[in-house]
């Protein structure tokens, strides 16, 4: 019975944090779509010109729509994962150095929804 809820608990905590990611990456990627005021300000800083900022947006939102479908999720948690890597470089660059590091938490928990995918993937091979 202790399985049972432990792999119920850590299937919710799994769901959970892949809807926050889910979510967080595709209104990032929009935001950067929209060329908001303060992506174009920041980023611009950086030598990301307009062009640059909507393609990295656009790699974040189907990064994002990947990761929410079971068959692409580790090539969208790669690709957004890719993106906050690129990002966190650049608010450590800006010396914010405390949302640099929240950054590279969501790439930690992007890897653990990398592994965890993965392992779904080997059990359904082997059964």
Same mark, same amino acid.
């Given at each position: 019975?202790?399985?049972v ?13 892949? =809807? ?6 595709i ?22 010109t307009?062009?640059?900022?909507? =393609?990295y ?22 690709? =957004? ?11 450590a ?19 653990f =929804? ?14």
């Amino acid at each position: 019975m202790r399985d049972v809820n432990q792999r119920r608990n850590m299937k919710i905590l799994f769901n959970t944090v892949l =809807v926050v990611l889910v979510l967080l990456a595709i209104s990032s990627g929009i935001t950067k779509i929209m060329l908001m005021p303060q992506d174009v300000s920041f980023f611009g800083q950086y030598g990301f010109t307009n062009s640059i900022l909507i =393609v990295y947006g656009i790699a974040q939102l189907i990064g994002g729509i990947l990761l929410a479908i079971p068959t692409t999720r580790v090539m969208g948690a790669i690709i =957004v994962a890719v993106t906050f890597l690129i990002s966190a470089v650049v608010l450590a660059m800006a010396d914010n150095i405390p949302m640099s590091g929240i950054t590279l938490i969501f790439v930690v928990l992007l890897s653990f =929804v990398i592994k965890k995918s993965l392992q779904v993937s080997d059990d359904q091979i082997e059964g």
